[in-house]
């Protein structure tokens, strides 16, 4: 039984009193509803996290290894959002937006030498998206992650026939998108996958192969259908469709 609660307490905080801490202060304010917890948040969560100027925490949101947590300036996180940033970390950029129900999870503890989750300012990662970082996961600026998307940086063995895959291990090569891209909703990325610059990734692809810059992927297994470079769209496809 104790090695159990030991381990568990390993998987929440680089520390026993950091996970007592962490959990205490979480415990007072995370719950307080309206912008009176988040107000509360913002100046309380600094005890435990890195702030860099004002971020705006909703009630309901979890952070492990909160220590390994960096927000900048008008970061938000919205409610029932879960941060694991166990060794390596998780920053995210000035002005980013995690939605509602994201999951961000580094759970690094095979001694990963890439482990983390960084994404740059202005992006947003959209409602219940899964980022598992094991790998290592770095998102440009003004990047987008639609609803539901999963950038899953990590893979298992599975040539060896005669051991469970539980048993045969992992690879973790990471994840890289480009500055300026949209990955559409519902959309997986796989380990070891490279996203340029504004490059679009379809609803629902799954990618496997890196995309260039400037390129459109859809399918599964995506494969790129246009450069939008070298063939360019017309500035609307629908000229009565209202742009905002």
């Keep these: 039984m104790s090695n159990q609660l030991s381990l568990y307490l390993s998987r929440q905080a680089t520390s026993l009193p950091h996970y007592v801490a962490e959990q205490l202060l979480q415990a007072a304010c995370g719950w307080v509803p309206t912008v009176l917890g988040i107000a509360l948040r913002g100046l309380a969560y600094r005890a435990m996290l890195h702030m860099d100027g004002v971020a705006a925490i909703e009630d309901g949101v979890r952070l492990r290894f909160a220590n390994n947590i960096r927000l900048g300036k008008g970061v938000y996180l919205d409610h029932g959002v879960y941060l694991h940033a166990c060794p390596g970390g998780i920053s995210i950029g000035e ?3 995690v939605m509602k129900n994201a999951i ?3 759970y690094n503890f095979r001694n990963l030498p890439h482990a983390g989750i960084h994404i740059g ?3 947003l990662v959209g409602e219940s998206c899964i980022l598992r970082g094991q790998g290592g996961i770095h998102i440009g600026n003004d990047v987008y992650l639609g609803t539901l998307v999963q950038l899953l940086a990590v893979n298992h063995i599975f040539n060896d026939t005669t051991r469970p895959i539980s048993e045969q291990g992992i690879t973790a090569q990471g994840i890289h998108i480009g500055d300026g891209s949209w990955v559409s909703s519902g959309a ?4 070891g996958v490279s996203i340029g610059r504004n490059a679009v990734i379809g609803a629902g692809a799954v990618v496997t192969k890196d995309v260039p810059d400037y390129c459109v992927a859809v399918g599964n297994p995506a494969r790129v259908v246009r450069n939008l470079r070298e063939a360019p769209l017309p500035a609307t496809r629908q000229p009565e469709l209202a742009i905002y």
């Design 95 to 97: 002005g980013s937006l």
């Design 121 to 123: 300012a202005r992006s």
């Design 104 to 106: 961000l999870h580094v």
């Design 188 to 191: 997986i990325v796989l380990d």
